[in-house]
């Protein structure tokens, strides 16, 4: 039976699919023709086009042939039933559209430098979150499960296209606002194949229940039914999958987090963690063993988070309606209590109202002040005004300093505060009239005279390598000097700004650093090889070559004398302890799959992993259990 | 030719019947011959085989044919004395009611024979002019 | 004597009109239904909700003492059906219909179907778009009976062709009656036709049936009655059942359905000249019930 509809509805559509043979076969015919260059636009054109007008042309071919001959009365009496006859002839008419998708990219292979052009082609800004294989696959797909679902309902092939071209039109605008209100709300940027899935389900419910019940001669009973259960399936998909997004929790995609920013304090470590429109600083509690959750905001900014005393401060977007890129600074205690803005910035009254916040505030080592910069640019004297601010943390004894740039400096970020010496390490970069980078530059700032001192003219930056040691004394940065223009690692001592090279390369090719808990030594990265330096002794060792994740697989332990590191032994991963000399104490095999980078926490035995994909684990050093702990 | 006339009252077993009697009784088919299968004449004249059936089994019934498993309907041997004897019985009822009629207009015994005899002749002359031609 | 077909109040109204109002029938198994509609709404109508094709709004279906729902597929094997209008897809040729047609029904008998298209003299190559009435008859015919079906409905299939036609597929009809005992419902307006094949009769009018009788019996209990008087007979009949009646001053015909004993001596206790009863043939008692 479901061999001979099958064969039936291809023979019905064998039209539009000689045609879509036809088509790609001249594609590729001409892109193999001196003609190539002209018609490679075209291709990626036409061929992004054709596949939802196929869609939607089978689609609305659905029904047409049972309306046409009034073969309704015909299939209905025969011993089949309704859903099963629905359901066959849905997976025929998709079977004919997923050979054209096989057609299309068999055609990609044969036609060079389309894939470019496909690729590059941009969607509004408005429906971001639509990539490539999404529009290819998804968009036609649901513009045949519209089509075939609104054909059962009149008996006018075209009409139907049209229709359903129309309500995949509107559906895609009210996505465009769905889209809006969540990131206003949530800031998450929707999942579109998701919100194609629902779309694609109420419709063939709703075409499924409207088939089952009625006949076809009963067309305006039909309509009505159908819209009813469609619109009702679709407010119902619309509020499920907005409660979905707002728990975080319904779609189980990654529970992926970058740990961009992350601290040791305390024998915990705090980094942050972005999840699926909910941004968390979250902690490991030594203790305990377990994660725990500090913070939990939809609107955080994915910004650094200073740890002092009792208190951890952070960035948060203010949601202001109309000034939506302004940022305040919160705080929250480390037990996740006493959660607040630090100052008002919606309040005129308020000395910060109206100023723009930037990233990279810090606290006092005892928590009760906080230091943050924020931004103002002076039109008329194309200045850029950069306040320096420092306050307690309960509100009171704000001061402020004022500091001047030209306005081609860009990217302001406060590196690190001498609070008794009362300096500031500032970093910013100087841009050329057309945006093209000059220097980045680290200028040491007096707050009381406001002088300002280059230290370091050409900063590099990599994922992990401006660190301020965990004592806050000293600050490890890496530059390329003039004159010689080699690329060198230099600690800077903060209170007496000493600067010690501890290494220099023409290509230093960095990638982390990391400084023990006590903040006398540091182990660092380069490709394929992991260093350490002890600042006593003024010290280098090179620890071994070709690791794996000695990007940032490697951290020191608590006991400031032995360090963890992955490496890869004969196609697995292990995790390896060493001694301050390198020599290997123990091994660890690891059992979970090792893609991409891997993060590493030393703590006082234990070490955390963090894997892509999401999932960290700790590992107790002495039992070499593994325990998923987020 | 069996025929049904359908616009008559007489019920269409009984038309079949009565014409299969007739066949009998003019020796179109003698005892011992097979009558065509309730199928062929259903289907000749277009009618329910039930019907037909029931002409059959009233036949049998009556005793002008018997039925052999399988090989179909025939004429019994007796039925063309049974067809006499049944058209004898009609006859004899439609000369007591001419002679009731007669009676009604008051003629004599000789005169109902008088009448009798010129109407035979009458016949028997149409007849064989009929013959003739 | 068992029911294969039992019909309970079925209702069923097409937007303000009630298209059939609690209709009742009862079908024994191996008899030949003739249904007489007044309008064609109604036959075919009740005919496809017997094959599911659409749902009643009200009563009940039973086929072989089970009932029937509008989602129910199964019991359609066993029904063959031929419909009033052409209803296979026009692209395809008798053999990918009869291909088609074959894969629903586990008792389809391919060599029945062969045997069919050589006795019609159909090619099977030819597209349905291609075939005349009388050809879409015959083709009907195979795809109905090659399946076995026990139970046959027929709506209206004759309608519009010429009397040869008629009779071959009369004819056909009547050889698989003789030969499976098949159960039928033939619907129809050319009354006539049917007059040798049914064993019962139904007239439809206004939504239900105003007549449903054993047709042997209907003659004797359908009767014109012709009066005449020295009085006037008006408002003289006082009799039930007189489905039609013309009374002129001193002469009255009216037509009584059921004639019984009881309304014959009512009748003859008025006043009368001459009182003659006659039988009716299917024609008039159609014609009568009609208007």
Redo the contacts between chains.
Sequence with gaps: MFLKILLKEWRENILIFSLAVILMLALVVLNLTDLKELTLNFSGMFLIFFLPFAALLIGSSGFYSEFKDNAWVYLFSRPIKKEVLWVLKFISLLSILLVIFLMFFIARQFLPGLNEVLDNFAFPQEFRGILSFSMYFVIPLVAFVISFSISILYDRQFVIFFISGLIGTVLMVIYQQYLLFMERVYYYPGSFKIFSLFIALSFILASLITFVKYDFSQMGKKILTFSKFAVLFLVVSLVLSTIGIAKGELFTGSKDFYPFSSLKYEGDVYTYAYQRGISRIIKYDSESDRMEKISEKSSHTRSRFSIGGENIIYLREARLPKKYWLNNIWIVNIDGSGEKPLVEIDNPDSPVYNHEILDGNLLSSDGKEVIFLTYLFDKDARKKIITVWWMNVNGSGIKKKKLEFPGNYWGFQLLAWSEPENHLILMYEVKSQTFKPIAKRVVLVNLENESQRTLFENVIEGIYTLRTSPTYDHLALASRGEPDGKERLFILNLKTLEKKTVFEADLLKLWAVKWSQDGRKILFSRTNELWAYFLDENRLQKVSQRNYGHEVGFDWLADNKRFVLIVPVDGEYHLSVLSEDSKEEKRIKIPYPVEGPVFAWGLNNNVLLKFRMGPLFRLDLETEKWKKVY | MIEIDTSSFIPFYEQIKQQIKTRISLGVVKPGEPLPSIRELATILIINPNTVARAYRELEREGFIYTRKGKGCFVTDDSTALIKKERTLILNQVFDGAIEEAKKLNLSSSEIKKIFERRLGLKTEVIKKGERK | MKEILAIKNLSKS?GKKMVLENFNLIMEKG??YGLLGINGEGKTTLI?MI?????PDDGEIFFKNKKISF?D?????EIG?I?E???????MSIKELL???A???PKWNTRKANAYLEKFSLDPKTRIRHLSRGMKLKLGLIVTLASEPEFLILDDPTSGLDVPTR?DF??EI??E???AGTTILFSTHIV?EI?????NLGILKFGNLILDEDF?EL?NSVKRVLLTSDESLEDKITIDGVITQKINGTQCEIVVYPWTEEKKKKIEALNLNNMEVK?????EIFISFAS
């Excluded at chain 3, 209008?85 to 692209?91: A, D, P, V």
């Excluded at chain 3, 007059?195 to 064993?199: C, L």
């Excluded at chain 3, 039988?279 to 024609?283: A, F, I, T, Y």
């Design positions: 097409f008899k030949v496809r094959m599911g094709v659409i749902p989602r597929d199964s019991y359609k094997k059906f419909a209008e052409s209803i296979f897809y026009s692209w291909s088609f047609n894969s629903f029904y009779h009369l004819k009547i050889k009656l003789s030969e006539h007059e040798g094949i049914i064993d042997h003659k039988p009716m043939n299917l024609e």
